[in-house]
Structure formats: C-alpha cells, structure tokens
C-alpha cells in the first residue's frame, strides 16, 4: 500500500511541474548528472540585446548559491545551458564574448589563444538550439552543441572568466545574471 500511496504522490508531483521549471517556453529539469555529480537548478535568466530576446540560460550548481562571486571561484562542477530562442551567427556570439572577455578578465591577453578556440567551438545558432557548457572543477571547459561535444579549453583562469561573463561584476545582462542567480 506504501508502495502505491508513493507512486501517486510522485506521479501528482510530475504532473505538477515540481521536477522541471519552465521559463520563456524553456523547460529545465530541477537536476542533471554529471561526472557521477547530480547537479542542481540554481536559477533561469533571460538574455535580452536591445528588444530581442535572444536566450535562456539555466545555472546548475552542486549547491545552490545566490552569491556571485563564491559561484564563480568554486571548484564544484556547474553548467550552463543557453537555449536558444531566435537564430543568431556564430560570429556574433563570438564577438559579445570577446567584449565581455575583455570587460571582465583580469589579464585578457593571457586568454587569447584560448578564447581563439573556444570562439572556434560556437557555430550559427538557429531557435531551440543548445549550447552546453559543463564547468569540471572549474579546471576545465566543456563545450557541447545540441548534444555534440566541440571542444574543451583547460583552464581555472579561462573558466572563471566565462563566468564572469553571465555572473560578474560587468555581466552582459544584469537582468539575466539575477536570473541565473535564483534572485
């Protein structure tokens, strides 16, 4: 009888929506597992350039943390995942990160080489896709496309500022790193 009353109060819970949030169309489920990690649903942002809403990101942490900084220097593994809500190039992409790159790292030319190949991993992007980054240790970089592994950048300089990107002090979008921030 445990067994059954257990089975519906999970299944009303799924029906409900409690193991995935929703945000702008994009559904997130609450945990993703990751080298042997489970992650967890930290907070959706949206990204927005002048009128456009370009896309989603959703920040996974193995402890949720609604402090910038401490989700930036931490070594436990995290993920962001923007799904893509309008077709945008490859190139433009790449240009904004270079921008915010060189607003938020301490020492840019350091990160050059390294930001060359990771712009080389970041394709034209069309709605709905996904681009996965996956944070191993904030040692090294992961960068998946629809499910597509592209590449890797190693690095805890090059990670933290990627984070910055989204998370620091001169973020692209204050609205989006709130967002991610579970503010």
Same mark, same amino acid.
């Given at each position: 009888?445990?067994?059954?009353?257990?089975? &519906?109060?999970?299944?009303?819970?799924? !029906?409900?929506? !409690?193991?995935?949030a929703? $945000?702008? /169309? &994009?559904? %997130?489920?609450?945990?993703v #597992?990751i080298?042997?990690?489970?992650?967890?649903?930290n907070?959706? /942002?949206?990204?927005k350039k &002048?009128?456009f809403n370009?896309y989603v990101a959703s920040?996974?942490?193995?402890?949720k943390?609604k402090?910038a900084?401490?989700?930036?220097?931490? #070594?436990e593994?995290?993920?962001v @995942?923007?799904s893509?809500l309008? %077709?945008?190039? /490859?190139k433009?992409?790449?240009e904004a990160? @270079?921008e915010s =790159?060189k607003?938020?790292?301490?020492?840019?030319?350091s990160l #050059?080489?390294?930001?060359? !190949? $990771?712009?080389?991993?970041?394709?034209?992007? *069309?709605?709905k896709?996904l681009?996965r =980054?996956?944070f191993?240790?904030?040692e !090294?970089l @992961?960068?998946y496309?629809n499910? @597509?592994? *592209?590449?890797?950048i190693? /690095?805890?300089?090059?990670?933290?500022?990627?984070?910055n990107v989204w998370l620091?002090?001169?973020?692209?979008d204050?609205?989006? *790193? *709130?967002?991610?921030?579970g503010?």
């Amino acid at each position: 009888m445990k067994k059954i009353f257990f089975a &519906v109060v999970l299944w009303s819970y799924s !029906i409900c929506g !409690i193991f995935a949030a929703e $945000f702008m /169309g &994009v559904n %997130s489920p609450d945990t993703v #597992k990751i080298k042997d990690t489970n992650l967890i649903l930290n907070g959706m /942002g949206l990204r927005k350039k &002048v009128v456009f809403n370009v896309y989603v990101a959703s920040l996974y942490l193995e402890n949720k943390n609604k402090d910038a900084n401490t989700v930036i220097k931490s #070594k436990e593994n995290k993920i962001v @995942e923007l799904s893509f809500l309008r %077709s945008v190039s /490859g190139k433009t992409i790449a240009e904004a990160i @270079e921008e915010s =790159f060189k607003k938020n790292a301490p020492d840019f030319n350091s990160l #050059k080489e390294r930001l060359n !190949i $990771f712009k080389s991993y970041i394709p034209d992007l *069309k709605k709905k896709d996904l681009v996965r =980054f996956i944070f191993a240790k904030n040692e !090294i970089l @992961e960068v998946y496309y629809n499910g @597509e592994k *592209k590449g890797e950048i190693k /690095g805890s300089d090059f990670c933290e500022t990627l984070l910055n990107v989204w998370l620091g002090e001169k973020p692209a979008d204050e609205n989006l *790193k *709130k967002g991610m921030l579970g503010l």
